[in-house]
């Protein structure tokens, strides 16, 4: 079946502008998380997901980023007011219940270069 | 809080030797979950293994072998005779069974360079 896939793959913004990151999760995950990953580091969580609701967004960098998620399904995350440091990998990935013994499924993820 | 530590940033071995990568991980819950995930250099992270803490049996796939110890709080990944494929970033990963922990935490990668 389909794995998690990610729009656009790369993503080349100016410092100032605002961008909208999506992920279409596994049909039938619950679980939908947000990652970062700076070159050559490990990953960084910003957000997840039960079904339409965010419990917990204490991870997200700043109040320039902020997550939605619709129908159970397909999500975005917006980086407003785009930073030189914002620039990284972006990953998404998603589980079929957000507790339990369930592994994540992860994205090919988004690259994003801001000049 | 939970945390999981890879104390190997990287790892360099020739082709056919064996490779263990180090996991120690800390939580204050009773039921919890472990994982392994690859990441290759074409970026894409992959599940390779999950483990609960009820079951201490070690696990063997192919090359590849998983040894699970909650006494030492370790769940250690050995490659046996490694192969150039096996090059990649390895990452350890927790996840609580209570809801303060159900976001896993991942260790900060292992990665693994196999020269030929």
């Known amino acids: 079946g389909a794995g998690v896939s990610q729009s656009p793959s790369n993503k080349v913004t100016e410092k100032g502008k605002d961008v909208e990151l999506r992920c279409d999760p596994i049909?039938?995950?619950?679980?939908l998380y947000w990652y970062r990953q700076r070159l050559g580091q490990g990953l960084e969580f910003l957000i997840y997901f039960q079904g339409n609701s965010a419990p917990d967004k204490s991870g997200l960098p700043s109040d320039r980023f902020s997550a939605e998620r619709t129908g159970e399904s397909v999500s975005t995350l917006t980086i407003q007011r785009t930073q030189q440091e914002d620039s990284a990998v972006y990953l998404c990935?998603?589980?079929?219940?957000?507790?339990?013994?369930?592994?994540?499924?992860f994205g090919p993820g988004t690259r994003l270069t801001v000049t | 809080a939970q945390k999981v530590t890879q104390a190997q940033t990287e790892i360099s071995v020739v082709e056919k030797e064996d490779v263990t990568l180090d996991c120690v991980y800390e939580?204050?819950?009773?039921?919890?979950?472990l994982f392994w995930y690859k990441q290759p250099p074409s970026g894409e992270l992959v599940f390779l293994i999950r483990?609960?803490?009820?079951?201490?049996q070690n696990e063997i796939s192919g090359r590849y072998s998983w040894n699970f110890q909650k006494s030492t709080s370790s769940f250690n990944f050995t490659i046996t005779a490694s192969q150039v494929v096996d090059s990649a970033v390895y990452f350890c990963?927790?996840?609580?069974?209570?809801?303060?922990?159900?976001?896993?935490?991942f260790g900060r990668g292992t990665s693994l360079i196999v020269h030929p």
């Open positions: 049909s039938g995950h619950t679980a």
């Open positions: 483990r609960n803490s009820f079951d201490e």
């Open positions: 990935a998603s589980s079929l219940m957000y507790s339990g013994p369930y592994e994540q499924y």
């Open positions: 990963a927790l996840r609580g069974g209570s809801g303060g922990s159900y976001i896993p935490t």
């Open positions: 939580t204050r819950d009773t039921t919890y979950y």
